[in-house]
């Protein structure tokens, strides 16, 4: 060694191993997103498909059978249920009329005396 001589560090960067370290190489990233939407596109699609088919996971100890069964007797319940609601919403208002003429007519059965 010399003791005259300076050292210097050496500018030139390290040598590094390919497989560690890619540069980025060169994509397309129109076709990348392109291909993203498509998936994320189908996926919607099958959840609106299995809502509409109503393909959900059937409970333990009931078939599917059974359970369409359950859906067909709610909807004529459904259908019962409006057409009994108009049918009593005008009962209601005949046992109304009726209440208010008959209450004028009856004497009352409690008697009122002062003391």
């Known amino acids: 060694m010399n003791c005259g001589t300076p050292i210097f560090p050496t500018m ?3 040598i590094v191993n390919p497989l ?3 540069v980025d190489e060169p994509r397309n990233e129109d076709n990348e997103l392109i291909q ?3 998936t994320h596109q189908a996926w919607l699609l099958r959840v609106v498909n299995k ?3 109503k393909e959900f996971p059937v409970p333990i ?4 059978t059974e359970i ?4 067909e007797e709610e909807d004529e319940e459904e259908e019962v249920n409006a057409s009994d609601d108009s049918e009593t919403h005008d ?5 109304v009329e009726m209440d208010v003429t008959n209450a004028y007519d009856r004497d009352s059965p409690v008697s009122v005396s002062t003391r």
């Open 61 to 64: 100890g009931k078939t599917a």
């Open 68 to 71: 369409q069964e359950e859906d």
């Open 20 to 22: 560690w370290f890619s």
């Open 36 to 38: 993203i939407e498509s």
């Open 91 to 95: 009962e209601e208002e005949d046992d």
């Open 12 to 14: 030139t960067p390290n």
């Open 51 to 53: 809502f509409n088919d």
